[in-house]
């Protein structure tokens, strides 16, 4: 399973900065004007697990396999935008592919920055980029109602179902609600997939402070806090200028630095965990001597699934899986301390693979 975060914002509040930093590369021009990036940039990061090292040291595999997760940089967004302003259609199509949004506000003085809006302000910020997701997503949503119902006039039931979904979507946006907050049912949510609607994907909030308000925040970044938490979502404090210091730096120098400025670590582990939280993502393990791999995928996935992430051949002919948690095997070492302790599980099809299993698919050629 893919996991792509799309980075987005105003211009000039440290998405390319950040991104950069993100993936360790100056893939995305850095500059004090807006529309420095247009075509967006990929980089694709190894998810750091502790764990992954720590089976790697104990079966001294010929390969080790982190799970990825990909970041993409979008060009500045700007009030207008759904109506093509600042190239916005095209940078709005961008948000389409990935999974979830890294929102970054801008929450620093610096007046060798230039500010779209002159002052530094993250409400307005964030209801500028929210008012034009959600006004896409309406224009997405009035399209598709007018081929929708051409065919429910015809008596089409399907199509009759779709319209009155759409129709309460419609209103709800109109009304300025995302389309995340709307409580879609499991079965609405599939109707409207293929829409890759803007505002139904999760959004973790970044607040790009300066060096000296990163330990404690600032009146900015508490605006930013507040707004995240009236919609039971994820929001970080992070300092972009830090972040491109450390990225700049090997990773033991990059260790020191952090401790040297009392942060407990960078900005990638918080953002992938709050990522992983934000769409109910868990993560597995195959391990030999051959390779210790690391997989990725959506909670509650069942193991014959998961078996597929692997090989379709392995989904199709699966028998069971053999199961251990990850702190049994650490604890215990070999498989046949873990098996003599009664803790390796034989699994069936349904079993839904939890967070930090060790499984050993067996299958039929």
Same mark, same amino acid.
């Given at each position: 399973?893919?996991?792509?975060?799309?980075?987005?914002?105003?211009?000039?509040?440290?998405?390319?900065?950040?991104?950069? =930093?993100?993936?360790?590369?100056?893939?995305?021009?850095?500059?004090?004007?807006?529309?420095?990036?247009?075509?967006?940039?990929?980089?694709?990061?190894?998810?750091?697990?502790?764990?992954?090292?720590?089976?790697?040291?104990?079966?001294?595999?010929?390969?080790?396999?982190?799970?990825?997760?990909?970041?993409?940089?979008? !060009?500045?967004?700007?009030?207008? !935008?759904?109506?093509?302003?600042?190239?916005?259609?095209?940078?709005?199509?961008?948000?389409?592919?990935?999974?979830?949004?890294?929102?970054?506000?801008?929450?620093?003085?610096?007046?060798?920055?230039?500010?779209?809006?002159?002052?530094?302000?993250?409400?307005?910020?964030?209801?500028?980029?929210?008012?034009?997701?959600?006004?896409?997503?309406?224009?997405?949503?009035?399209?598709?109602?007018?081929?929708?119902?051409?065919?429910?006039?015809?008596?089409?039931?399907? =199509?009759?179902?779709?319209?009155?979904?759409?129709?309460?979507?419609?209103?709800?946006?109109?009304?300025?609600?995302?389309?995340?907050?709307?409580?879609?049912?499991?079965?609405?949510?599939?109707?409207?997939?293929?829409?890759?609607?803007?505002?139904?994907?999760?959004?973790?909030?970044?607040?790009?402070l300066s060096e000296a308000d990163l330990e404690k925040g600032n009146r900015y970044s508490e605006v930013v806090d507040q707004i995240a938490a009236l919609e039971g979502g994820h929001a970080i404090h992070i300092s972009g200028k830090i972040e491109a210091e450390i990225a700049a730096l090997s990773p033991e120098e990059g260790a020191l630095f952090?401790?040297?400025?009392?942060?407990?670590?960078?900005?990638?582990?918080?953002?992938?965990?709050?990522?992983?939280?934000?769409?109910?993502?868990?993560?597995?393990?195959?391990?030999?001597?051959?390779?210790?791999?690391?997989?990725?995928?959506?909670?509650?996935?069942?193991?014959?699934?998961?078996?597929?992430?692997?090989?379709?051949?392995?989904?199709?002919?699966?028998?069971?899986?053999?199961?251990?948690?990850?702190?049994?095997?650490?604890?215990?070492?070999?498989?046949?301390?873990?098996?003599?302790?009664?803790?390796?599980?034989?699994?069936?099809?349904?079993?839904?693979?939890?967070?930090?299993?060790?499984?050993?698919?067996?299958?039929?050629?």
């Amino acid at each position: 399973m893919k996991l792509s975060c799309g980075i987005v914002g105003l211009p000039n509040v440290g998405k390319s900065t950040l991104f950069n =930093a993100l993936t360790r590369s100056a893939a995305a021009a850095v500059a004090n004007y807006p529309f420095c990036t247009i075509d967006p940039n990929v980089g694709v990061v190894a998810v750091p697990d502790q764990r992954v090292d720590a089976l790697s040291a104990l079966y001294h595999p010929q390969k080790t396999t982190p799970t990825y997760i990909e970041f993409v940089d979008i !060009a500045g967004l700007v009030k207008g !935008a759904s109506q093509g302003e600042g190239l916005g259609n095209q940078f709005l199509g961008h948000i389409r592919d990935v999974a979830a949004i890294v929102h970054v506000i801008r929450c620093f003085d610096d007046p060798e920055i230039i500010h779209g809006s002159e002052t530094i302000d993250p409400k307005r910020d964030i209801e500028i980029i929210e008012t034009e997701l959600l006004l896409k997503d309406l224009d997405t949503i009035v399209k598709r109602l007018t081929r929708t119902e051409k065919k429910s006039h015809s008596g089409d039931k399907d =199509a009759q179902k779709e319209v009155a979904v759409l129709l309460r979507i419609k209103e709800q946006l109109s009304a300025g609600t995302q389309v995340r907050r709307m409580g879609l049912t499991e079965d609405e949510c599939l109707l409207v997939k293929e829409l890759a609607l803007l505002t139904q994907k999760p959004v973790l909030y970044l607040a790009n402070l300066s060096e000296a308000d990163l330990e404690k925040g600032n009146r900015y970044s508490e605006v930013v806090d507040q707004i995240a938490a009236l919609e039971g979502g994820h929001a970080i404090h992070i300092s972009g200028k830090i972040e491109a210091e450390i990225a700049a730096l090997s990773p033991e120098e990059g260790a020191l630095f952090l401790e040297e400025l009392g942060i407990p670590e960078s900005a990638l582990p918080r953002l992938i965990h709050a990522a992983y939280q934000m769409l109910g993502l868990v993560t597995f393990f195959t391990v030999g001597e051959d390779e210790v791999r690391a997989w990725t995928l959506q909670k509650g996935t069942r193991a014959q699934s998961a078996a597929g992430q692997i090989h379709s051949d392995i989904e199709r002919g699966f028998i069971r899986a053999e199961v251990t948690a990850y702190s049994d095997v650490i604890e215990h070492r070999t498989q046949q301390a873990i098996k003599e302790k009664g803790l390796l599980r034989l699994e069936g099809k349904d079993y839904l693979v939890q967070d930090g299993d060790c499984i050993y698919f067996r299958f039929n050629v």
